[in-house]
């Protein structure tokens, strides 16, 4: 087991309230293991973001190697909104005669 070193935490009452619950519920033996596992998870989550970024990443550029890609145009999106748009504006005029 690592060495352990105590510091001193300020945390807001509600906080405060919801480690002390978890203590006195008896789901956990001191508020220590409390913010041990709250650390973990965090540390879990941070893990799982990273990866998931760097995956992310990864695939972009895969697209990127594999061709194909050009910049978006937004005013040909915009138009081809508009278009669409318009198309179903008139295809529910006609269902409705």
């Known amino acids: 087991m690592a060495a352990i070193e ?3 935490v300020a945390l807001p ?3 405060l309230d919801l ?3 978890a203590v006195k519920s008896g789901d956990y033996a001191t508020t220590s ?3 041990r596992e709250a650390l973990r998870e965090w540390k879990g989550r941070r893990e799982t973001h990273d990866e998931a970024i760097a995956e992310i990443r990864r695939l972009v550029q895969e697209g990127l190697d594999k061709g ?3 910049p978006l145009d937004t005013e040909e999106i ?3 909104g508009r278009r669409l748009l318009a198309r179903m504006k ?4 006609q269902r409705s005669r």
């Open 13 to 15: 009452a509600d906080m």
């Open 90 to 93: 008139g295809t529910k005029g």
């Open 68 to 70: 194909g890609w050009h």
């Open 78 to 80: 915009k138009r081809e």
């Open 19 to 21: 480690v002390k619950q």
């Open 33 to 35: 293991e409390v913010i």
């Open 6 to 8: 105590k510091i001193s």
